[in-house]
C-alpha cells in the first residue's frame, strides 16, 4: 500500500524519495479513505490529516508535498500555509457564484437543485481562488447523501489535476457570496409550503449538522429522513424537553 498515514509519522521524520506525497486534509468521514484509494489510482502517497492544529508549516515542512487538497475543511487555512503550498478547496458552487459558508444548505434553501463543484486555489480572499477544474452535482437526496456523490466526484478531480498537472484560470462573473448558516436558522416554524419543509429537512440530514426544528413551549422536534408522498411530508422525529430558561 502506498498509502501514508498521519498517525504513524507524527513523531518521526519522512523519507520518501522521489514519489509525490500530497496532503488531504478533511474533518468530515467522507474522506477518510482517500489516501488508500488515491494511492491506488495514482501510484502517489497521501497523508491524511483532521485536525486543525495538524494543518501547519511545521508538519509540512517535514514531507514537503506537493499539494494540499482540502476536500470538506471547516477551518480557515493559515496564511503562511497556502502561501508557502499549493492548497486547493472544493466549493460546491459554480463560483464565483456561491462563494463564503453553507453552499449545499444555502443553494437549497434558494430552490437551486443543481450545481458544480468547483476546485480552486486557496488565497486570502474566501473561495476567490482562480479555478483548476468544475464538475456538476446533483443536489437531490439527503445532505448525508450529497455529499458521499460529492466524494467521489471530488476524487476523480483530484486524479485529473494531479496526472495532468492543471493550471487554474481566474474565475469571471459575477460574484454572489453565501454566508455561513447558523442553528438557529434550522427552524422551520416560518416556513410556507410542504415543499420547503421537506428541503429543509434533507439539506440539513448529515452527521454533524442542526437538524431541521420545531419548538414549543416545553419541546423540541428534530427531523430527519424525510420523504415528499402524496401531498404530505413523512420523517423521523426525536422529540425532547427543553431545558429550563
Not at 502506498?2 to 500530497?22: A, F, P, T
Amino acid at each position: 500500500m502506498n498509502c501514508v498515514w498521519y498517525r504513524q509519522i507524527k513523531d518521526s521524520k519522512l523519507s520518501l524519495g522521489g514519489v509525490m506525497v500530497c496532503i488531504i486534509a478533511s474533518n468530515k468521514k467522507w474522506y477518510a479513505g482517500f489516501p488508500e484509494s488515491l494511492s491506488a489510482h495514482t501510484g502517489h502517497q497521501f497523508v491524511y490529516i483532521e485536525r486543525k492544529e495538524e494543518l501547519s508549516v511545521k508538519f509540512l515542512e517535514r514531507i514537503k508535498p506537493r499539494y494540499v487538497f482540502l476536500p470538506h475543511w471547516s477551518y480557515l487555512v493559515p496564511e503562511n500555509v497556502y502561501e508557502n503550498y499549493e492548497c486547493i478547496i472544493f466549493h460546491m458552487t459554480d463560483v464565483p457564484f456561491g462563494r463564503g459558508g453553507s453552499p449545499l444548505q444555502n443553494l437549497i434553501s434558494r430552490g437551486i437543485y443543481e450545481t458544480k463543484i468547483s476546485a480552486l486555489r486557496c488565497v486570502k480572499e474566501l473561495d476567490a481562488g482562480p479555478v483548476y477544474l468544475k464538475r456538476p452535482l446533483s443536489l437531490y437526496g439527503s445532505a448525508e447523501e450529497i455529499y458521499l456523490r460529492a466524494s467521489e466526484i471530488i476524487e476523480e478531480m483530484i486524479c485529473q489535476i494531479i496526472q495532468e498537472q492543471l493550471v487554474p484560470v481566474e474565475q469571471k462573473g459575477e460574484i454572489t457570496c453565501f454566508s455561513r448558516r447558523k442553528p438557529e436558522q434550522s427552524d422551520i416554524a416560518e416556513l410556507i409550503s410542504l415543499k420547503q419543509v421537506f428541503d429543509y429537512i434533507r439539506m440539513l440530514d448529515a452527521n454533524g449538522y442542526p437538524r431541521a426544528f420545531l419548538e414549543t413551549e416545553h419541546f423540541r422536534f428534530e427531523f430527519e429522513r424525510a420523504a415528499l408522498k402524496g401531498g404530505q411530508v413523512i420523517a423521523d422525529v426525536k422529540i425532547t424537553e427543553k431545558e429550563n430558561e
